[in-house]
């Protein structure tokens, strides 16, 4: 399998373009190559086709590294316009790109030399019905918003202290940016225990879809800082379409004003957003290309059972 590594402010996939290297099981793939230990290392698979309509571009097709499907990925679909504009796929301005929630338009940007440096996305209206998250919550109408919604942390499963450590608020906002997200505001976001907090909001009954769990400081009026925890991949340096629905909620709470630039550990990302829920989030970034290079996937799947070996379709 060739491949190409590319990240989105530190949020790593690994790239394959499906029409010359098709996948039989994406899912197990994924699983096997996204290891950072036992496999090249990434947050996913993102797996580049024809679109179905000749009207776009291309389609992609995500899945994270624990084989689930992602359904719609910010920062990759920045690495996707990047993908077929420096290899000559395609060069339209802008891309129509199909995802899994919707067609994207992606407007990209050269650099010095040459290169595709930085996309803009038309990242679609946001979703707030409490049944397109989706989200089952007591006392909440299927097509209810979930805003501002309070909260008992420690009926939620968390302990106390940890809900305490950094200030959490006690109240959620539900977006769906073609994936689910729940965002939550605090004092101090770098103290927030995100790897014991995370899976506890990812599986949480409310969400039978799962969910992506994001944590945010505001530091402006114009500006936050936010940490994520990706369903399926854990802990990521950064989330596009997590950063679409923090703006979202942000202003919907009146604690932030468009646009936002939302710093994550990975970098910054700036959204654009006029309030109103018919409206496209548009959310502009860099895209980076690591390495590319061909992979033996059965010597890895072997590899990787070790005494335990047994054959595996891939």
């Given at each position: 399998?060739?491949?190409?590594?590319?990240?989105?402010i530190?949020?790593?996939?690994l790239?394959v373009?499906?029409?010359?290297?098709?996948?039989?099981?994406?899912?197990?793939?994924?699983?096997?190559?996204?290891?950072?230990?036992?496999?090249?290392?990434?947050?996913g698979?993102?797996?580049?086709?024809?679109?179905?309509?000749?009207?776009?571009?291309?389609?992609?097709?995500?899945?994270?590294a624990?084989?689930?499907?992602?359904e719609?990925?910010?920062?990759?679909i920045?690495?996707?316009?990047?993908?077929?504009?420096?290899?000559g796929?395609?060069?339209?301005?802008?891309?129509?790109?199909?995802?899994?929630?919707?067609?994207?338009?992606?407007?990209?940007h050269?650099?010095?030399?040459?290169?595709?440096?930085?996309?803009?996305?038309?990242?679609?209206?946001?979703?707030?019905?409490?049944?397109?998250?989706?989200?089952?919550?007591?006392?909440?109408?299927?097509?209810?918003?979930?805003?501002?919604?309070?909260?008992?942390?420690?009926?939620?499963?968390?302990?106390?202290?940890?809900?305490?450590?950094?200030?959490?608020?006690?109240?959620?906002?539900?977006?769906?940016?073609?994936?689910?997200?729940?965002?939550?505001?605090?004092?101090?976001?770098?103290?927030?225990?995100?790897?014991?907090?995370?899976p506890?909001?990812?599986?949480?009954?409310?969400?039978?879809n799962?969910?992506?769990?994001?944590?945010?400081?505001?530091t402006?009026?114009?500006?936050?800082?936010?940490?994520?925890?990706?369903?399926?991949?854990?802990?990521?340096?950064a989330?596009?379409?997590?950063?679409?629905?923090?703006?979202?909620?942000?202003?919907?709470?009146?604690?932030?004003?468009?646009?936002?630039?939302?710093?994550?550990?990975?970098?910054?990302?700036?959204?654009?957003?006029?309030?109103?829920?018919?409206?496209?989030?548009?959310?502009?970034?860099?895209?980076?290309?690591?390495?590319?290079?061909?992979?033996?996937?059965?010597?890895?799947?072997?590899?990787?059972?070790?005494?335990?070996r047994?054959?595996?379709?891939?």
């Amino acid at each position: 399998m060739h491949f190409v590594k590319m990240h989105g402010i530190g949020n790593d996939y690994l790239f394959v373009d499906g029409r010359h290297d098709p996948i039989a099981d994406p899912s197990a793939v994924s699983r096997l190559v996204s290891d950072r230990h036992r496999g090249v290392g990434s947050d996913g698979l993102i797996i580049i086709d024809s679109p179905g309509d000749p009207a776009n571009h291309a389609r992609m097709r995500m899945f994270n590294a624990d084989g689930s499907d992602g359904e719609m990925c910010g920062n990759g679909i920045r690495c996707v316009a990047k993908y077929l504009v420096d290899r000559g796929i395609a060069d339209a301005q802008p891309l129509r790109v199909e995802t899994a929630g919707g067609v994207r338009s992606l407007a990209w940007h050269r650099d010095a030399v040459g290169k595709v440096g930085t996309v803009t996305v038309d990242m679609g209206a946001p979703s707030l019905a409490a049944g397109s998250i989706p989200a089952d919550i007591p006392g909440i109408e299927t097509n209810g918003r979930v805003i501002a919604h309070s909260f008992d942390p420690v009926d939620f499963g968390i302990d106390r202290n940890d809900a305490t450590a950094f200030g959490m608020e006690s109240s959620l906002t539900l977006v769906s940016m073609g994936n689910p997200h729940v965002v939550i505001f605090c004092s101090d976001v770098d103290a927030a225990p995100l790897d014991r907090l995370g899976p506890i909001f990812e599986s949480h009954a409310w969400f039978p879809n799962r969910i992506n769990l994001h944590f945010v400081e505001v530091t402006g009026p114009g500006s936050v800082r936010m940490r994520t925890w990706e369903r399926g991949s854990g802990m990521t340096q950064a989330c596009g379409t997590g950063a679409c629905a923090v703006c979202v909620a942000g202003v919907l709470e009146g604690r932030v004003t468009s646009p936002l630039e939302a710093m994550l550990p990975g970098g910054r990302l700036r959204l654009d957003w006029t309030g109103n829920s018919g409206d496209s989030v548009s959310m502009s970034g860099p895209a980076a290309e690591v390495f590319e290079c061909d992979i033996d996937l059965t010597a890895l799947a072997v590899e990787e059972a070790g005494d335990d070996r047994q054959e595996l379709t891939i």
